[in-house]
């Protein structure tokens, strides 16, 4: 008899999702196996608010880093470091929590428009 949940993969490595990929390959509702698979996607691509940091006011308290949900704020040496925007997805928790307002959100649209207007500058 074949088990209702035959393909739900425990144990099974799934591969890595690629858009040439049929239907046939994916696995069943898309689930995926591996733990830390977030790590290999670019999951900033869809942000369309960035958060800044202004150095100047931040005082390095890392409750941005503690709150963040996708783990995007890097601290080195118990300091605010950066950002990784390839993962960050602009929810704005960071700007929200930070207590000295050292994080400012802008519009990745507004941002693209004057690299260009600089750009046509140079
Ligand atoms: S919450 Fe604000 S002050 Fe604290 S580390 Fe983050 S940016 Fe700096
Ligand atoms: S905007 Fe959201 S995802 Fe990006 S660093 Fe801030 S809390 Fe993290």
């Not at 999951?43 to 150095?55: A, E, F, H, L, Y």
């Not at 704020?73 to 300091?79: L, P, S, V, Y």
């Not at 400012?104 to 600089?118: G, V």
Request: proline fraction near 5%; charged fraction near 30%.
């Amino acid at each position: 008899m074949t088990p209702f949940n035959r393909n739900f993969g425990q144990g099974k490595r799934t591969k890595a999702v690629r858009p040439d990929m049929n239907w046939e390959e994916i696995t069943k509702a898309g689930n995926v196996y591996e733990p830390g698979n977030a790590n290999t996607y670019e999951t900033g691509d869809w942000r369309t608010i960035r958060p800044v940091w202004n150095k100047d006011r931040c005082i390095h308290c890392l409750i941005c880093w503690r709150y963040c949900p996708d783990a995007s704020i890097i601290a080195t040496d118990g300091k605010f470091d950066s950002f990784d925007y390839k993962h960050c997805k602009g929810c704005g928790i960071c700007a929200n929590v930070c207590p000295v307002h050292a994080i400012d959100m802008f519009s990745e649209d507004e941002m693209d428009r004057q690299k260009e207007a600089k750009r046509n500058e140079e």
